[in-house]
């Protein structure tokens, strides 16, 4: 039932982001895989969504990890700066991004999973983040 709930408001929130059919089915894919392939439960990425992120576990940061992964933000544990601007400047727009990268790219955590997780902890924080699900 948790995750039908969750599901539910993921595809909500997606739709809400102006993605295509084809960005919504795959941000859902990935979510699914990331959160079966990380032991994370729904209201964990429910929460990482809703930006909650006190009381953030490793499990939930290696989702972050994964999902961004997935999403092609993040190859081989370096941000790919002109992939973010390819998929979030049409959403937030080009100088949000631009804001958000100056102040976020750059992060480093104790391992990737950390790293990933404070990547997305900024961009939410300045208002341009990967659609999580």
Same mark, same amino acid.
Do not use: W
């Given at each position: 039932?948790?995750?039908?709930?969750?599901?539910?408001?993921?595809?909500?929130?997606?739709?809400?982001?102006?993605?295509?059919?084809?960005?919504?089915?795959?941000?859902?894919?990935?979510?699914?895989?990331?959160?079966?392939? +990380?032991?994370?439960?729904? +209201?964990?990425?429910?929460?990482?969504?809703?930006?909650?992120?006190?009381?953030?576990?490793?499990?939930?940061?290696?989702?972050?990890?994964?999902?961004?992964?997935?999403? +092609?933000?993040?190859?081989?544990?370096?941000?790919?700066?002109?992939?973010?601007?390819?998929?979030?400047?049409?959403?937030?727009?080009?100088?949000?991004?631009? +804001?958000?990268?100056?102040?976020?790219?750059?992060?480093?955590?104790?391992?990737?999973?950390?790293?990933?997780?404070?990547?997305?902890?900024?961009?939410?924080?300045?208002?341009?983040?990967?659609?999580?699900?």
């Amino acid at each position: 039932m948790k995750f039908l709930i969750v599901l539910i408001a993921c595809v909500a929130f997606v739709a809400a982001q102006e993605l295509t059919d084809e960005q919504k089915a795959k941000a859902r894919a990935s979510a699914e895989a990331c959160m079966a392939q +990380e032991g994370v439960s729904a +209201e964990q990425v429910k929460d990482l969504r809703a930006g909650k992120f006190d009381n953030v576990d490793n499990k939930a940061k290696c989702f972050a990890h994964c999902f961004l992964e997935k999403s +092609e933000v993040i190859a081989d544990g370096q941000i790919k700066p002109d992939i973010v601007t390819k998929k979030l400047a049409p959403i937030f727009g080009a100088d949000v991004v631009k +804001e958000a990268q100056a102040k976020c790219d750059a992060l480093k955590g104790a391992d990737k999973c950390d790293t990933a997780f404070q990547i997305y902890q900024c961009y939410y924080k300045n208002k341009a983040y990967v659609p999580m699900n």
